[in-house]
């Protein structure tokens, strides 16, 4: 049987060994995909004994996605670029690295609209936000403007990433006048149910506003988009959570699985 495992410190709350098992049952496969914890000074060890084991590959979340593109062999172009890898594929003389994060947004944003010649403005400047820009690029977006609570991060990120399209930083003056098509939480705000101390005119033309961070019930910052703007869209992450997932079985099965049947049942559970 092929083996997987998902690699975090916490790793309790992974839902990857859920999702992952969902899709294998979509073709009548069998896989054996458990939760790992590990520890920055064990991670690489941890992996090295996964691939003498024969191991397929693993996901890699918080906090070792840096240092599981470190570690890699190879790298694709989209997790050089963020600088973080989530998902390794094990061979037995090679460990090869990619990021699927930002394939999971841009698809679950093209559910809902088209992303071509599109202005998003992308809020936080941390590891989500840098997995991301260069995928919505790569998917036709225009123009996207970053903001950050600490204005020094979003201005060498801008700098970094402008080599790839117009992407530009934004500050706490300027960001009232975006006029952003769609409007993108990667900031943790939502964890604690806070909301990032933004201008509510961000929200007046959005057609859609995206929170990465999902929960049972609205979260925080989508609750505050629609008291400014109740005609924009609405989403959380959970559609992103299914579809990295689905990208990286993509890639060490070679089939794509149905996305929108899984986050059903995971928004019922
Ligand atoms: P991740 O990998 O999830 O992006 P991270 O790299 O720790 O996590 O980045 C967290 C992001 O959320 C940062 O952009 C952070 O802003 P700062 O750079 O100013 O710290 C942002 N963030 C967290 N809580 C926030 C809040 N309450 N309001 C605004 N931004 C917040």
Redesign the pocket.
């Known amino acids: 049987m092929k083996k997987f495992v998902v690699f975090g410190n916490p790793i309790a709350h992974s839902r990857s060994p859920e999702i992952h098992r969902m899709f294998a049952q979509q073709f009548g496969e069998q896989l054996s995909y458990e939760r790992q914890l590990s520890t920055e000074s064990d991670f690489a060890k941890d992996v090295g004994a996964l691939q003498q084991e024969g191991f397929i590959g693993c996901n890699v979340t918080?906090p070792f996605?840096e240092l599981a593109f470190q570690l890699a062999d190879e790298v694709s172009q989209r997790a050089r670029i963020a600088g973080a890898a989530n998902t390794l594929s094990l061979f037995r003389d090679k460990i090869v690295a990619d990021n699927t994060d930002g394939q999971g947004l841009v698809g679950d944003l093209q559910l809902s609209v088209d992303l071509a010649a599109k202005h998003v403005l992308l809020?936080?400047?941390?590891?989500?936000?840098?997995?991301c820009i260069y995928p919505l690029l790569q998917a036709g977006v225009e123009k996207i403007s970053i903001w950050?609570?600490?204005r020094e991060?979003?201005a060498s990120l801008a700098n970094e990433l402008c080599a790839y399209g117009n992407v530009v930083a934004v500050s706490n003056l300027e960001l009232a006048a975006t006029k952003a098509n769609i409007v993108v939480n990667?900031?943790?705000?939502s964890?604690?149910g806070?909301?990032?101390?933004?201008a509510p005119e961000v929200f007046g033309d959005a057609e859609l506003v995206y929170d990465?961070f999902y929960q049972q019930s609205k979260t925080s910052f989508l609750e505050f988009a629609e008291k400014q703007n109740n005609e924009a869209l609405l989403k959380d992450g959970l559609g992103m959570l299914v579809g990295q997932a689905a990208e990286s079985y993509r890639i060490w099965h070679g089939q794509q699985p149905d996305i929108n049947s899984v986050v059903d049942v995971l928004r019922k559970s």
């Open positions: 918080l996605k809020l936080g400047a941390g590891g989500a936000a840098r997995g950050n609570r600490t991060k979003v990667s900031t943790s705000s964890v604690n806070s909301v990032p101390d933004i990465m």
